[in-house]
């Protein structure tokens, strides 16, 4: 879970969580971004689509990362005397004073603190080089600057390894933030998922893909704007095509399509062997307590095909599990999605019941003639 939870708590939420809960990790098992990340892989096939939006997410934070040394930076450089009549220094404390983690807040004032990280980043990248900027690996601030805080979240593994090389310690060099890691985040976003031929590549329109690459390559920015309007149409994207049959898979199910299909083989072979057990005991007027051996397949396939149907296993459910791939479950962590499967898995089994029972009834009772 984040640390900053702009939503209602997943404990207290009455409702299904919507996308962006989900991609904010303030969601509970099986309709965490955990889950959904499986469900684009192996069912949506469009997994590309996600890890691009996390990817630009990731870049939005080691661009605030960046900005947050570059403040400590000055604070520690700059005279306390010099704070107020030096341009840098007071555009960087004034604009950024704000941005350190600080508790609850709302989206709207993180859309306003990364609109102030990105003016700032495209003035800097206007008047500073990488190499002679304050947030540069080579300035003695930056190498005794301090650390990230303990509410903050460091860059995500993927980008520290083009670019920031060191161990994972909190207190290592490969927490610091320079420049060129900025401009090397957004050129691989670019070069991964955005060219034409790149290895995971994923189709924008093209008037949205012209302008990030002349907003990279031609005006070197590497400000989260950049990707904004791709960022947005992702996201909507994946709300109207992935997120509703998401719901459907984890709230209202707890299976996943190969065991579903592993449900429907077994059932018909059990309903089957038990239409041919039942009509065998019929036309050899086998008495009652023998046919009652039927029970047994009718049950299975009664309950198999009834879970292939809803998507759900009954008692699996009833015992809180979910199936996120093929026979590997994880517990039902989230109270409104438990509480909706179980009122499934109770119907699913009065219907299971119901079909058993008439069909048993059926083959049971009915008068035997000997052939």
């Not at 949506?44 to 960046?66: E, K, T």
């Not at 070197?220 to 095509?241: N, S, T």
């Not at 998507?311 to 479950?329: K, V």
Request: charge should be negative; aromatic fraction near 10%; include cysteine.
């Amino acid at each position: 879970m984040e640390d900053h939870d702009h939503g209602e708590p997943a404990q207290n939420r009455n409702r299904l969580p919507t996308l962006n809960e989900v991609l904010q990790r303030r969601t509970l098992a099986p309709v965490d971004l955990f889950s959904f990340y499986i469900y684009m892989r192996d069912q949506q096939r469009s997994v590309d689509y996600l890890d691009f939006w996390l990817d630009v997410l990731q870049h939005m934070s080691l661009c605030r990362h960046y900005v947050r040394e570059l403040r400590r930076s000055v604070l520690l450089e700059t005279p306390e005397a010099d704070k107020g009549t030096s341009k840098r220094s007071s555009q960087i404390l004034d604009q950024f004073g704000q941005l350190d983690d600080s508790g609850h807040a709302h989206p709207e004032d993180e859309k306003s603190k990364d609109q102030h990280v990105s003016a700032f980043l495209r003035s800097e990248g206007n008047t500073h080089s990488p190499q002679n900027s304050v947030g540069s690996n080579d300035s003695p601030a930056r190498r005794s600057s301090e650390r990230p805080s303990r509410g903050e979240q460091p860059p995500r593994p993927s980008f520290m390894s083009s670019g920031m090389n060191g161990t994972t310690d909190s207190n290592s060099p490969a927490h610091t933030v320079a420049r060129a890691d900025l401009r090397a985040s957004a050129e691989k976003i670019l070069y991964t998922y955005l060219l034409g031929g790149s290895e995971r590549e994923i189709i924008l329109p093209q008037g949205i893909l012209n302008d990030i690459v002349i907003s990279i390559e031609d005006d070197h920015r590497d400000d989260p704007e950049v990707f904004d309007a791709a960022k947005d149409y992702v996201f909507q994207a994946m709300e109207r095509d992935a997120f509703p049959g998401f719901l459907r898979s984890k709230a209202l199910g707890n299976l996943v399509p190969p065991s579903m299909f592993a449900r429907l083989v077994l059932g018909l072979l059990a309903i089957f062997g038990g239409l041919w057990a039942g009509f065998a005991c019929i036309f050899l007027d086998k008495p009652k307590h023998i046919r009652c051996w039927l029970i047994l397949p009718f049950t299975i396939g009664v309950y198999s095909l009834a879970s292939q149907q809803y998507a759900l296993d009954p008692l699996l459910a009833i015992l809180g599990f979910s199936e996120y791939t093929f026979m590997n479950w994880a517990r039902i962590r989230d109270p409104y999605v438990r509480s909706l499967l179980i009122k499934r898995a109770l119907m699913n089994l009065a219907v299971t019941v119901l079909i058993g029972a008439a069909v048993i009834v059926l083959f049971i009772f009915v008068p035997g003639k000997r052939l």
